[in-house]
């Protein structure tokens, strides 16, 4: 257990904004107690956020203790209650759930170039790794918990994962903290983590005490061997990068661990979301290049919401249930006060400009007098651009809408209002423009309201 060597390492992220997931339990305290001991030196903006599950009955007592222990340490603090029971999809475990949940969470919370720093540690990752033994998974997938880790737009960081359960609560004791959460669920072995946990690996380490370093060195050379299957993935995947058709030919020819890859890299860039593709998906693939004639179609199932399409040997990704765009709507907003958009609503309102607003995601305010009678309210459109404060150059909605996280689905749902020439100012719910902004000769303010159905 070496501090010093653990600070070198968070080094390399001087000057960044860090959210901490922060439980309560030993090894989240840690790594805040780590964390907040670097934040001077290191120029660390920390805030700790504590996802409360709701699922024990003293989950709301985690709670307050957490947001505590932040006071005492003048660390800011997020607490967030997520509705697990009551967001499970079909088939889907309250494990898999709560990680789903959290992820969306993180994705509303972290902005580009910002940290989530998880207290994952080594007895962790060897638990995840006989998991995801058990489900089949490739090199990359046995090695999934990594010290940095990209999903979509978030990077995640786990600083004490060479670190073992006995080393962090050494390092607790002396830092003086006696006393943490703990998580009565850790016993319960209807959950396949504490299974292993708590019955297969210390009968391992009993019966193979060499075991205990051994699968861990294990996983650090598989780690080595997957990153260098995914550094060729990756050049690969190039060859195709953001392009909507696929030759099948060329698929195929790719040796079968690139292929899944390259793979779930062209379905997460096309879906503009995480997508794993199993191999059953590739398999169907190497059949429908085989046996689709050149005039021949076949389709097959990705998931619920997406299928491949194989046409003249190409192959296209399919919104299996399309829905269609909102209707453009012509405003006239001087007479008629409320639109409909879709599952939105949108209400103008004058105000004196004096008076001032307290102003968030949905709603903006306007020079009433630089505004055109009729305001567009239409979907986006790829091109469209919008002039933004600070920038020299306008912005492609399409980037306002990554920065926020949009699904690609999504996009075409958000309304986007418009000048009657077409120019973009305001997607409502994302960024307004820099037109028709407030001055101190504006004699009359526009107060556009957006409302969404529950």
Known sequence: M??????????????????????????????????????????????????????????QDDAQWCMNFCSERNILFRHITLDVTGNTAPGEGVEAAARRLRLEHWGKIAQQGELIALGHHRDDRVENTFLRLCRGSNVSGVTSMRREQTLGELTFIRPLLDWTRHDIEEFLAESGISTWREDSSNKDCRYRRNFFRNKILPEIYREMPFATNGIARSIEVMELDAELIEHLAADQFKTIDNQPEIETGWFVRQPPALAIRILRMWLSQQTERDMIPDCNLLERIYEMSITTSNSGSRIVPVNADFSLQVHNHRMTLCNNSPVPNPETVNWFWRAIDTVEFG???????????????????????????????????????????????GHDSPVKLKKLFADRKVPAADKPFYPVITLANGVPIWVAGIRRSDIAMLTPNTKRALLITLKQEK
């Open 2 to 59: 070496d501090h010093n060597e653990l600070t070198d390492m968070l080094a390399e992220y001087r000057g960044s904004k860090i959210y901490a997931g922060f439980s309560g339990g030993a090894d989240s305290t840690a790594l805040l107690l780590l964390l907040a001991g670097c934040r001077e030196s290191l120029r660390l903006d920390i805030e700790a956020v504590h996802f409360d599950h709701r699922l024990r009955p003293d989950s």
């Open 343 to 389: 599952k939105f609503t949108l209400s103008a309102q004058m105000l004196d400009p004096k008076i001032s607003q307290e102003l968030n995601a949905s709603n903006a305010v306007f020079d009433a007098d630089t505004l055109s009678d009729t305001l567009i309210v239409r979907s986006w459109q790829e091109g469209d651009r919008m002039s933004i404060i």
